[in-house]
C-alpha cells in the first residue's frame, strides 16, 4: 500500500487540529506520517503533536510557506494536504489509493459543509463542484499528489492565499487529477456568522481579482476584514 504523509498547516487552530489528529487514529488505514506546521510557536499545539506522534515543524505565518516547509520534510509516496479544522469521511486514505492505482497523479475530495447545516449550502456545494472541475479546488477539499509530481511541479506557492493554484494547474498538465465522490467536510460556523450568501460572494470577488493580477499578499488583508477571521 502507498505511504502516506499528511500535511496540517496550523495557526491557533489547536481545538480543530485536536480533533482532526483524533479522526486521523481512528481511520481504518492510516498514514505513514503526520507532520504539523505551527505558524504560532504554541504549546498547546507541541503537546497535540506529541500526544499523537506527528512531527511538528515551526514556521511564520503564512500558509503557502507552511505548506512548502511540510512537503520538504516528507518522506511519503502520497502527500495530503488538510487544513486544522477539516473533517474526514470514513475511509480516506483507501480512497485516495484506488485514485491513484487508477492512474491519477493526485486530485481532491468533494467539498460539503459540516453540521450544523443550512438550505444554502444545498446550494453552494454543486456550484462548488462545478467549479473545482472547470477551475482549481481549494486547499479545505483534501488535496493530495504523489510527491514526485509535486516535487517536479514545484510545490505551493508561498502565499497567505490562493496558494494552490499555480500547483494544481501545473499538475492537471501532467496527468489526471481526481474529483473524488467521498466528501471532506468543512466547518460551516464562518458562513453562519459571515452570512453564507455574504461570505461566499466575497469569496468569489476575491478570486476574481487574483485572476486578474491582483497579488495575494495585496488581498489576504481585504479577506480576514470582509470575513471577520
Excluded at 147 to 176: D, I
Amino acid at each position: 500500500m502507498l505511504k502516506f504523509s499528511v500535511v496540517i498547516p496550523c495557526y491557533r487552530d489547536e481545538e480543530p487540529l485536536a480533533r482532526l489528529l483524533e479522526q486521523l487514529r481512528r481511520l481504518p488505514h492510516q498514514p505513514g506520517e503526520i507532520i504539523v506546521v505551527d505558524a504560532a510557536g504554541s504549546r498547546r499545539c507541541a503537546q497535540l503533536c506529541e500526544q499523537a506522534a506527528a512531527a511538528r515543524l515551526l514556521s511564520e505565518p503564512c500558509r503557502g510557506l507552511q505548506l512548502g516547509i511540510g512537503a520538504a520534510q516528507a518522506q511519503g509516496d502520497v502527500l495530503w494536504f488538510l487544513h486544522a479544522d477539516a473533517q474526514l469521511s470514513a475511509d480516506p486514505l483507501l480512497a485516495m489509493t484506488m485514485a491513484i492505482q487508477r492512474g491519477a497523479i493526485g486530485g481532491y475530495f468533494r467539498f460539503r459543509f459540516a453540521s450544523p447545516r443550512a438550505w444554502p449550502a444545498w446550494v453552494l456545494e454543486p456550484a462548488i463542484a462545478l467549479r473545482c472541475r472547470f477551475g482549481v479546488p481549494y486547499g479545505d477539499q483534501g488535496i493530495f499528489m504523489l510527491r514526485s509530481v509535486y516535487r517536479q511541479v514545484g510545490g505551493h506557492a508561498p502565499w497567505p492565499l490562493f496558494e494552490e493554484a499555480p500547483l494544481v494547474r501545473a499538475a492537471r498538465r501532467l496527468g489526471p487529477f481526481a474529483a473524488l465522490p467521498e466528501p471532506i467536510f468543512v466547518d460551516s460556523r464562518r458562513w453562519q456568522r459571515d452570512g453564507w450568501w455574504r461570505r461566499s460572494l466575497n469569496n468569489r470577488l476575491l478570486a476574481l481579482k487574483f485572476m486578474r493580477g491582483a497579488a495575494p499578499q495585496d488581498l489576504v488583508a481585504h479577506y480576514h476584514s470582509k470575513n471577520d477571521l
